[in-house]
């Protein structure tokens, strides 16, 4: 660094915290707030620059290049933009995934993490967050876990899909929610009758 830069140097890079951090009250650089949110000493000064950032790209750039979980997570919790947020849900680090799936609410992309993702449990979180019920049908059918059968199992109201669900699922935990999320009296008698035959 030379002389120019020393005493031109901008009031985010001062040697003072306190004059770094007014500083970055004021400044709008995304760039900028970036280095700052992940190169500065002072953690407060990291949040801070966190909290001024409007670019959900430049948000994902700091959840992956800073070593500071606390500002990873509050970068996370700023990002509105779903399909980053998707691919953020499966990182290995458990709270910043949890935090990305918690703020996911459009139902395509949940669908996607319900289907595709790896994890049975943020498979598990986006179903307990779906609210169609043909495709929370078609996860309680079809995956092969049985804890995100039975969590699909819960937002289902269609009797006749509980019923079958109750009688043919390789699973007992997923029969045995089936069959307390059934109302209709005729079909757990059914359901009743046949377990009676198969013992």
Known sequence: ???LDKIFKPKWQHNDPKVRLE???QLDDQEKLAEVAINDSDESIRLVAVERIRSDDILKYIVDNSPDADVRLNAV???NDDSILK???AYDDEDISNSALDSITDGEVLAEIAVADESSYNRIKSVRKMVDEEFLVDIARND??????LEAVKGIIDEGVLEDIALNDRNAGVRLEAI???RNEYALAEIS???ANET
Do not use: F, H, P, T
């Not at 092969?144 to 059968?149: C, D, G, L, Q, T």
């Open 1 to 3: 660094m030379g002389i």
């Open 23 to 25: 500083a970055v009250k």
């Open 77 to 79: 919790e700023r990002i």
């Open 87 to 89: 691919d953020i849900a």
């Open 144 to 149: 092969e876990n049985a804890s995100v059968r």
């Open 180 to 182: 307390n999320e059934l």
């Open 193 to 195: 009758k046949n377990d």
